[in-house]
Nanobody, 126 residues
């Protein structure tokens, strides 16, 4: 199983970025997908997740209304559209996958995710 995340970069506060993650080696439509982030000196934290069916999408309170997660089961991708970025969004962002028996089941704990990508760095300058 391989998860390849890309799309990070340097952006000014108030700007936007779109992260993407491509999965291979797993039946993508049987996995919930999540985005997590880790800032320097901090623990990894939940950002957003999406169920197998694409209709259950919890978000961290800190990103609600600014970030949107989506998935395309046809090409095994999950995306995170990030708008109105703030300096506190600076972190390495990871995509992860969690096997899910139900289309609406979504986990927000990183312990529930079996596979992780390598991370992509997002830097927001103020």
């Amino acid at each position: 199983v391989q998860l390849q995340a890309y799309g990070g970069g340097l952006v000014q506060a108030g700007g936007s970025l779109r992260l993407s993650c491509v999965a291979s080696g797993m039946p993508f439509n049987q996995y919930a997908m999540g985005w997590f982030r880790q800032a320097p000196g901090k623990e990894r934290e939940f950002v957003a997740a999406i169920g197998r069916g694409g209709f259950n999408t919890p978000y961290a309170d800190s990103v609600k209304g600014r970030f949107t997660i989506s998935r395309n089961n046809a090409d095994n991708t999950v995306a995170l559209q990030m708008n109105n970025l703030k300096s506190e969004d600076t972190a390495v962002y990871f995509c992860a996958s969690a096997y899910s028996r139900r289309a609406d089941l979504v986990q927000i704990s990183p312990d529930a995710y079996q596979y992780w990508g390598q991370g992509t760095l997002v830097t927001v300058s103020s």
